[in-house]
């Protein structure tokens, strides 16, 4: 029974120190997005209590000494802060008007700006160092070395699968702001390394844990070069890679008055404003300059796809014209037999008989070929058989 | 010259610079602070120039995504920039100013080659409204009356990287044909003697 109630206690003990600090984180929070006075609000508080002494203060006495904030605004956060127990009356009776501060309170508010100004770097330093001291303990168990590695491997998860949020989601202007916070330090894996081969050499069997950790760190590394990877892309030719944001300069010209923009452009010559011509903006221009030259003149291809069947039309009918020409030679009609006892044999016949019908049908041509009723026959001849028919011209 | 006066001395030239660009002053100017020096041909004037630091130029404003100082028809005008260097720069293993005067019938005929087709009336308007702009600012020194062109005191500040990319355009484009100029200055060297030369770039810095 007794054993029961000393347990209560102490995770009673525990609890409200839990609630002390995550007051603060609660805050620390909302303060960070909404009003980051109220955080100076808490800070003020905390540092009227330090200053009272073992005697506590009254709100009264606390709205007094924090002057400088408007008297609800004390007065309200004097409350929150009491609800979480970061305050709490002196002596826990009714009519108790005196409070005290925690000291958990604040030194979590110190942390907490430290961690938002530095990325908490410096902190999972030490908090690496001294998982390194716990596991070479020679008092270390084995439960307390794969404890020790579970909570770097949530740690360097978290941490790699921020940066490599940031990398894929936000504006290099976001990732440059944040990223100088979580990323690049390849001590940080080294000494996460160390922690990981204490336990890996002490106790073997942990290694399923182990190779979760080195996964985990791997991610981590992985985060960081995608993140610098991108960061160097959009630096440009500078690789300036703590240049301003261009919105910054913008904020700044803005709202800046005559006396500061001055100091700034002091010592700094510029060019007056004018247009610039780099060689690789004329050798463009020449290029594209160029192009539209070409295009506007006339295209060969269609040309001379037009030109080719032309000709080849035009060579034949010339053929068949210098031959109804020849078989004419010079005369207004010629008989057909006349034609085909000129030929000699019927091979010969045959071919220009051919060429004279291919002549008749021609559209472009004016000659015709008519054949009539009768029939020459004559044994000596080399076509003895030959129909009568004339060829001749015709006028159009 | 007492060092506050001295300051104020710089500052005017820097003030008269950034408002107007580069600037033909008396070559018994004194030398100012961050400003370049080149002389004319005949050595009867000199120009100032603001040298920017390397990497300080127009290509910032780019990086930066801010927009350059606009210019009309920016390809036009940037072709005959183009054509006036080949005419106008000879000694293609020198630095590019003072150069050559040349003629509009040159610029002329360079362009119709780049366009690979007969000078067309049109060509002109383009050509001259492109040699105005860029008269205006200093890239060109153009004198409409005679129909003559130089290359303005700006390409003073082409450093060797932009003039190899100058050289692969003038190798691009057509040779310009010989510059006939008029022979109402005859003092106008279209050959500039050596000693002009060594003269400007003694004056250079």
Known sequence: MDATLLDAEAEAAVLRVYRQIFAVLAREAGAMIVDPELLDVDQAILDAFAEAGSEGLTVEQATLACRAFPHDVIVRRFEVLRQYGAITKLVDRPNELRHRAAFAPYVMLMFLRRMSVQGGQAELHQLLTLEAHSVSDSRATEAEGQASIQRLTKVFRLLGNELAILVSTSTSAQLRENAQLAWGNERLIEQAEKVHRIVLERWPSLHQVCTQLRMALAAYADAVQLAAGRLVERAGTTRALGLLPIESWLTFTRGSDVEALASVLDGLLFDAAAPDFSPETMLEAVETGRRTGTARMAPPRPSGEASVPESAAATDREDLRAEAERVLAGRESVSIVEVVDDAGDWITARRILAELTAAHLHDELDYELVWSDGMRIDSSSGTPWATEGTFRRVSR | ?205
């Open chain 2, 1 to 205: 010259m007492s060092p506050v006066e001295n300051a104020a001395y710089t500052a005017l030239w820097w003030a008269k610079v950034q408002s107007a660009g580069p600037l033909q002053v008396s070559p018994d100017t004194p030398p100012v602070a961050g400003l370049a020096r080149a002389a004319e041909p005949d050595g009867a004037s000199l120009w100032i120039v603001p040298t920017l630091p390397d990497g300080a130029g127009h290509a910032v404003l780019e990086e930066l995504g801010a927009p350059p100082v606009a210019v009309e028809q920016p390809n036009e005008t940037a072709r005959v920039l183009a054509i006036c260097v080949t005419c106008c720069w000879i000694e293609r293993d020198g630095p590019a100013w003072p150069g050559v005067t040349g003629t509009l019938a040159q610029v002329k005929a360079v362009y119709a080659g780049m366009r690979g087709r007969p000078e067309q009336s049109s060509d002109l308007t383009l050509i001259i409204g492109s040699l105005r702009r860029l008269h205006a600012t200093q890239w060109l020194l153009w004198d409409e009356k005679a129909g003559e062109v130089r290359l303005g005191p700006r390409v003073i500040t082409w450093g060797p990287t932009q003039l190899a990319g100058l050289r692969e355009i003038c190798r691009i484009l057509p040779d310009p044909p010989t510059a006939v100029l008029t022979p109402r200055s005859p003092e106008t060297p279209a050959d500039p003697l050596p000693a002009d030369v060594s003269a400007a770039g003694g004056d250079d810095g």
